[in-house]
């Protein structure tokens, strides 16, 4: 895997921190999809608690979109499993880093609710991946594998930070180490 990407020097230097924003490097949104083990988070309410966290990622060519289904255990690695879905958009069609997310609430999608989803950072072989907020309220530390590498998580935990994250806030995701890797998606033309 290729060097983490240097900090925003503007994040550093400012007293208050600018919005953060999706990498500029162009990726392969197909490559993205699939299914991922959470890793750490800053995490929403829901998943303060969450366990075996997994996000699968499945493209719908029809309705140009994505589907999303976020899984996880409460409380405890056989806790409860809870299970959660978004649909999805790739708004910026040159990195295809920024993305708009809808999540499905007891009553169905709320019309026109797009959630910013930022990439802000992925392994060349799509093995790691961290995605950020714009207020950075919340972020997603994930790989293809349950365990990661200590050194590579810390640089990752570190170039969160540097992004403007505080260290504290990130909570490191429990997951059961024998589940098995998960495959990188093949790339495909998703007709952008």
């Known amino acids: 895997s290729r060097a983490?990407?240097?900090p925003n020097p503007s994040a550093r230097t400012m007293g208050r921190l600018p919005p953060l924003t999706a990498?500029?490097?162009?990726?392969?949104?197909?490559?993205?999809?699939g299914s991922w083990y959470v890793i750490a988070h800053v995490p929403i309410s829901v998943e303060k608690d969450a366990h075996n966290a997994v996000e699968t990622y499945t493209w719908d060519a029809k309705k140009k979109r994505f589907q999303v289904e976020?899984?996880?255990n409460s409380k405890a690695l056989d806790g409860p499993k809870v299970d959660m879905y978004q649909r999805g958009w790739v708004v910026d069609k040159?990195?295809?880093?920024?993305?708009?997310?809808?999540p499905q609430l007891p009553f169905g999608y709320l019309p026109g609710l797009?959630?910013?989803y930022l990439i802000l950072d992925v392994a060349d072989d799509y093995s790691w991946s961290v995605v950020g907020y714009p207020t950075r309220a919340y972020l997603w530390i994930m790989a293809r594998t349950p365990t990661m590498d200590a050194g590579l998580y810390e640089r990752l935990v570190k170039f969160?930070?540097?992004?403007?994250?505080d260290r504290s806030k990130i909570r490191k995701v429990p997951q059961d180490p024998g589940q098995p890797p998960f495959e990188v998606p093949k790339a495909m033309d998703l007709k952008l």
């Open 94 to 102: 040159k990195t295809q880093a920024e993305w708009r997310v809808n």
């Open 4 to 6: 983490i990407r240097p």
């Open 70 to 72: 976020y899984s996880f």
């Open 23 to 33: 990498m500029k490097r162009e990726m392969d949104a197909s490559r993205h999809f």
């Open 114 to 116: 797009r959630l910013p």
């Open 160 to 165: 969160s930070e540097d992004q403007g994250y």
